[in-house]
C-alpha cells in the first residue's frame, strides 16, 4: 500500500515490521517497491503535467537546491527512508501507544530581597502552557523573614491564538509587596540594587485580593480590560543592610494608603500603519460605584516612535502625560526619576497627581568596542547612546511636600531637563532586544546637581509595552 | 528631445584645462601601448538596429508586487484543505571545520498530519541521538494546523509591511515565468531578532519559491556569534508550493554542549500529501492542535 493510499485510510490493518513473519516482510517489500515504482510513476506524471510552464522554475528550483545541498552537505542530505513506513503503519495502528504528552512542569526555588520585606525565600510552581488547553496554572510561596510574613499566590493563564489574533486571560489571587510607581511595578532589579548596595529607591506597599485582566490583541493593536480588588496597605521598613554595607540611598519607605481598592481599568496599544510609532492609553477609575474606599480617575498616554537612522543608529523619541483626579493616594500618584524617567533625578523621588515627559534617546546599533578596535569576546559587544529629555510632575505631593503648581499641565518652573550618554549590552536573552543600560545623566537647567549613573534593563522603547511578535 | 543643460560658465575654464592635459597624456601614451601590445582592429562594417518598442503598460509597483504576494501566499493557504508530510529534523556538529567532518548529532523523523480547520497530528518515526543518555540539544516539531508556513512568508505578510522595507533586487526570466527577486530588511534596527533576506517569487502564482535570511548582527549575542547562512525552499507537490527545506548554519560564541561552535540545524519535508482526504480517524485522540500561527 502506498502512502498516500495509507494517508487516506489509515484504518487499514497492518502488521508491524518487526514482528512480521519473513514471507510478510517479503510481501511487504515487493509491495512497497511497488508503490515506490507507482509513486515515481505518478510523480512523473505531475511533473510532465505542470511542464513545461514549470520545468525551467523547476530546473532553477533543483539547480539552486543542489547548490545549497553543496554548502550545507551531510545536514542537508536526504535521510534514510528504512523502517520508517514500519514505524508508521505500528503508529497508526496502535493509537493507545501513541506516547503522552507529558504536562509541562516548572520548579524552581525563588529568593529576594528589599527593605521592606528583607530577605524571601520560597520557590514557584507552574504547571502547563498558556497557549495549550488547561492553561498554565502557577503558584508562588514565600517566606519574608522582615517582617515574618507568608508571600505568595496563585496565577492562572490562558491564551488562545486564532490567527494572527489572540484573547488572553489572566486571572491572580494572593497577597504580594509591590512597587509603589504603577508603571514600573517590576522589582527584579530593584532587589538585585538592594542587595548589593543599597541603592534601590523603589518605594513598596502591600497588596492582597485577587485581579482578572482579559487582553484581545492583534498585530497591530491590543485592549484590555481589567478588574482588581485589592486590600493595600503600608509597609514598614525591616532591613536596611546591603552586601556591600553602604547607606542605603533611602532608608525609609512612602507610606501607601491603607485602603480596600476595587477598580476597573481599560488599557489600548496601537501600532500606527505605514509609520513607526505606537500610542498607548490606560485608564483606571476607581470610586463608590464599584464598592472601593479610593476615589480617583487616573490616565496615562503614551507616544513613542523607532526612527531608523540608516542601519547606524535609531532616533527613539517617546512622550508620556499622566493625569490623576479624586484622592491622591500615593499608590495612584505619578513618580518622576530613575531609569525609566528621568536618569538625572533619583529614582521615583518626585511624586504628583500630573506627570509630563519627553524624552529622545540616538541609539547606536554598532559594536563600539569593535569600532574602537578593542579585542574583547564577541558574546559583549558594547552600543552606544546619546540621550535628552525633560520631564515634570505637579500637583499635591505624596511625600507630603508643598504642592506643585499646575492644573492639566505644569508650571514652566517646574520642568527639570536632562542630557547624558549610555553603554548597553544586549546578551539577547531572555529578551532578544533587551539591553543591560548603563547610563550617566547630567541635570540640565536650573538644577545645579552632580551626574547621576544608572543600570538598567530596559529596551528602546522602555516607556511602551512591547507587541508581541 | 532634452534640451541639454548648459554647463556653467564659472566650470568652463577648469574643464577646458582637464580637456587639454587629457588630450596631452592621450597623446604622450599612445605610441608607447601601441608598440608594447597587440593593435586590436574595430569592426565598422556589420551594422544592427532594434525597432523600438512603445511599452505603454505600466510597470508594476514594488507595493503592488507585495500584494499580489500577500494575496498569492494567502489563496496557496487556502487551497489546501489538509497535507501530510515527513519532516526530518537533525542537528549537525563540527561543521565547516578542516579538521574534524561533519557528525550527524541528533535526527528525529516525523510523520505530520494536518487537515481544516484545527486538526494536526505528528507521528514520531524515529528518534536518534549520538548520546542518548543525555538529553542535550534537542529540536522538537510543534504540531500545529496552520498551513500557512509563515516560517516562508513572515516579511510579507500584511501585517509585516510595518516592519520591513522592500526593493526589488532583480527580474529573472526562466522559460516563460518571471521570478522577481526582493529583498527586505527591518525597519528597526532595534529588535536584532528581525532577519533580512531576500526572497524569489514566482510570478505566475505570486508565490514565495525560494529565500535566503540573513542576520545582520546576532539574534543572541550572548550564544551565538551569529548565524552564517539560513536557507528556506519550497517546491512542488500535488499542485501546491509547499515547504521543502529550512537550513541554517551558526557560529557559537562559547561552544555548546553536543554542539561545540558552529553547527547546523536542518528541516527536511518530504512525501507531501496535499489534498488527499486525510481520514478524522487519524487525528482521534490527538485533541486540538496547538493554539497557533
Known amino acids: 500500500m502506498s502512502r498516500a493510499a495509507r494517508d487516506a485510510a489509515p484504518g487499514a490493518r497492518r502488521t508491524p515490521g518487526r514482528r512480521a513473519p519473513h514471507g510478510a516482510r517479503a510481501a511487504r517489500a515487493l509491495a512497497t517497491a511497488l508503490a515506490a515504482a507507482a509513486a515515481l510513476a505518478c510523480a512523473g506524471g505531475a511533473r510532465a503535467g505542470e511542464a513545461p510552464a514549470d520545468s525551467a522554475l523547476l530546473r532553477w528550483l533543483g539547480a539552486s537546491a543542489d547548490s545549497t545541498e553543496a554548502w550545507f552537505g551531510l545536514s542537508a542530505a536526504r535521510g534514510d527512508t528504512a523502517g520508517l513506513d514500519s514505524a508508521l503503519a505500528h503508529a497508526l495502528l496502535h493509537p493507545g501507544a501513541r506516547p503522552r504528552r507529558r504536562l509541562p512542569v516548572t520548579l524552581a526555588p525563588q529568593a529576594g530581597f528589599t527593605r521592606v520585606d528583607g530577605p524571601t525565600y520560597g520557590g514557584l510552581l507552574a504547571l502547563g502552557r498558556a497557549g495549550e488547553r488547561g492553561g498554565r496554572l502557577e503558584g508562588r510561596l514565600a517566606y519574608a523573614s522582615g517582617p515574618n510574613h507568608w508571600l505568595g499566590g496563585a496565577a492562572w493563564t490562558r491564551t488562545v491564538r486564532r490567527g494572527e489574533r489572540r484573547w488572553t486571560l489572566d486571572l491572580w489571587a494572593g497577597r504580594r509587596t509591590d512597587g509603589m510607581d504603577r508603571e514600573f511595578a517590576d522589582v527584579r532589579l530593584a532587589q538585585v540594587r538592594a542587595l548589593l548596595s543599597g541603592s534601590d529607591t523603589r518605594r513598596y506597599l502591600r497588596r492582597e485580593g485577587f485581579t482578572a485582566t482579559l487582553e484581545r490583541a492583534a498585530p497591530a493593536w491590543r485592549a484590555s480590560a481589567s478588574f482588581r480588588d485589592l486590600a493595600e496597605s503600608p509597609r514598614a521598613v525591616t532591613a536596611t543592610w546591603n552586601l556591600l554595607d553602604r547607606v542605603p540611598v533611602v532608608t525609609g519607605n512612602l507610606p501607601a494608603a491603607s485602603a480596600r481598592v476595587h477598580e476597573l481599568a481599560y488599557a489600548l496599544g496601537v501600532r500606527l500603519p505605514r509609520v513607526p510609532v505606537t500610542l498607548e492609553a490606560h485608564h483606571a477609575t476607581s470610586g463608590d460605584a464599584l464598592g472601593s474606599d479610593l476615589e480617583y480617575r487616573r490616565t496615562r498616554l503614551t507616544a513613542g516612535a523607532d526612527l531608523s537612522l540608516g542601519r547606524a543608529a535609531s532616533l527613539v523619541p517617546q512622550v508620556v502625560y499622566g493625569r490623576l483626579s479624586g484622592a491622591p493616594a500615593p499608590q495612584a500618584a505619578f513618580y518622576l526619576g530613575g531609569s525609566r524617567t528621568l536618569r538625572s533625578v533619583e529614582g521615583s523621588s518626585l511624586g504628583g497627581t500630573g506627570l509630563a515627559l519627553a524624552r529622545v534617546d540616538l541609539i547606536g546599533t554598532g559594536d563600539l568596542l569593535a569600532a574602537l578596535r578593542i579585542p574583547h569576546p564577541a558574546a559583549f559587544p558594547v552600543h552606544g547612546a546619546l540621550f535628552a529629555g525633560a520631564g515634570a510632575v505637579w500637583g499635591p505631593d505624596p511625600y507630603g511636600g508643598r504642592t506643585r503648581p499646575g492644573l492639566d499641565w505644569p508650571h514652566r518652573e517646574e520642568w527639570r531637563g536632562e542630557y547624558g550618554f549610555s553603554l548597553m549590552w544586549r546578551p539577547g536573552v531572555p529578551d532578544p532586544a533587551g539591553f543591560l543600560r548603563m547610563s550617566i545623566a547630567w541635570p540640565a537647567g536650573r538644577v545645579h546637581e552632580g551626574a547621576r549613573l544608572s543600570v538598567t534593563w530596559a529596551r528602546g522603547l522602555d516607556l511602551l509595552r512591547p507587541f508581541e511578535d | ?293
Open chain 2, 1 to 293: 528631445m532634452t534640451p541639454r543643460r548648459p554647463i556653467p560658465s564659472l566650470l568652463r575654464p577648469g574643464l577646458r584645462a582637464h580637456a587639454a592635459l587629457l588630450a596631452a597624456l592621450l597623446a604622450a601614451t599612445a605610441p608607447a601601448a601601441r608598440a608594447a601590445g597587440p593593435t586590436l582592429a574595430v569592426e565598422d562594417t556589420m551594422r544592427t538596429e532594434v525597432p523600438e518598442v512603445l511599452v505603454r503598460a505600466p510597470r508594476v509597483t514594488l507595493d503592488e508586487i507585495l500584494d499580489r504576494v500577500a494575496r498569492g501566499e494567502a489563496r496557496r493557504d487556502s487551497a489546501i484543505r489538509d497535507q501530510a508530510f515527513t519532516a526530518t529534523v537533525r542537528l549537525v556538529r563540527h561543521v565547516g571545520d578542516p579538521k574534524q567532518a561533519p557528525q550527524l548529532v541528533s535526527e528525529r523523523v516525523y510523520r505530520t498530519y494536518r487537515k481544516r480547520p484545527d486538526k494536526a497530528r505528528a507521528v514520531l518515526l524515529r528518534s536518534w541521538d549520538l548520546k542518548p543518555e543525555r538529553g542535550g540539544a534537542e529540536v522538537r516539531v510543534g504540531t500545529r494546523a496552520d498551513m500557512s508556513e509563515e516560517i516562508v512568508n513572515f516579511a510579507f505578510r500584511p501585517e509585516a509591511r510595518r516592519e520591513y522595507r522592500y526593493r526589488i533586487e532583480g527580474r529573472d526570466l526562466l522559460g516563460e515565468r518571471l521570478i522577481y527577486r526582493i529583498a527586505f530588511e527591518p525597519r528597526s534596527n532595534l529588535d536584532p531578532a528581525k532577519p533580512s533576506g531576500t526572497v524569489w517569487v514566482d510570478t505566475n502564482d505570486f508565490v514565495i519559491v525560494r529565500q535566503e535570511v540573513r542576520f545582520d548582527r546576532s539574534p543572541v549575542p550572548l550564544l551565538l556569534r551569529g548565524v552564517d547562512r539560513m536557507v528556506i525552499e519550497r517546491g512542488r507537490a500535488d499542485g501546491t508550493w509547499v515547504l521543502t527545506r529550512v537550513l541554517l548554519r551558526a557560529s557559537a560564541t562559547i561552544p555548546l554542549p553536543n554542539l561545540g561552535r558552529r553547527f547546523d540545524m536542518a528541516i527536511r519535508f518530504d512525501d507531501y500529501a496535499v489534498n488527499r482526504g486525510i481520514d478524522d480517524a487519524v487525528f482521534e485522540g490527538a485533541g486540538r492542535a496547538e493554539d497557533g500561527r
